[in-house]
């Protein structure tokens, strides 16, 4: 989670550019392997559940990474935008990010349904519950590291 605060510093001090592009994708990517790393040690599935699990997890999380790359992108407006914000700049901003937060839920209730269909709910209920608590991390740590509005 450190590497991610660091995403954020790097998003607010640095100028748009293929590097900062580069870099940053080279952060989520590394967030993702341990978000992987995480499930597989807490889930304890069985294999028939691996061989379930994993297919409609990858599809989730392409979805999800394009919903990230909408908060990304939010993100770097905000900087922007920081010292020159206006009334009218914050009502877009605070629009777009409630935006993405219904399109996040709307997309954990349609994975909920696939990944009930292939696991016992329980164990479905458990992802969910795991994948919340990891999301809540990585918001919190987005959140510590924004200044708010001056």
């Known amino acids: 989670m450190k590497k991610l605060s660091l995403i954020i510093a790097f998003v607010l001090a640095s100028s748009a550019g293929y590097a900062q592009d580069a870099y940053i994708e080279l952060l989520r990517s590394d967030v993702k392997t341990k978000k992987v790393a995480i499930i ?3 889930m304890h599935f069985t ?7 994993w297919p409609v997890y990858r599809e989730y999380d392409l979805e999800l990474s394009k919903i990230g790359d909408g908060r990304l992108q939010l993100i770097k407006d905000y900087a922007q935008n920081y010292e020159t914000m206006t009334d009218e700049k914050a009502k877009e901003l605070v629009d777009r990010a409630l935006r993405l937060e219904a399109k996040r839920t709307k997309l ?3 994975y909920f349904k696939k990944f009930d269909k292939v696991l016992p709910s329980k164990t479905a209920a458990k992802f ?3 994948e919340n608590q990891i ?6 740590q987005i959140a510590s590291e924004l200044p708010l509005i001056k």
């Open 40 to 42: 597989t040690e807490v």
């Open 47 to 53: 294999n028939e559940e691996t061989n379930a699990f």
């Open 135 to 140: 999301n809540l991390l990585i918001d919190l």
């Open 128 to 130: 969910f519950q795991l």
């Open 108 to 110: 954990k209730k349609k």
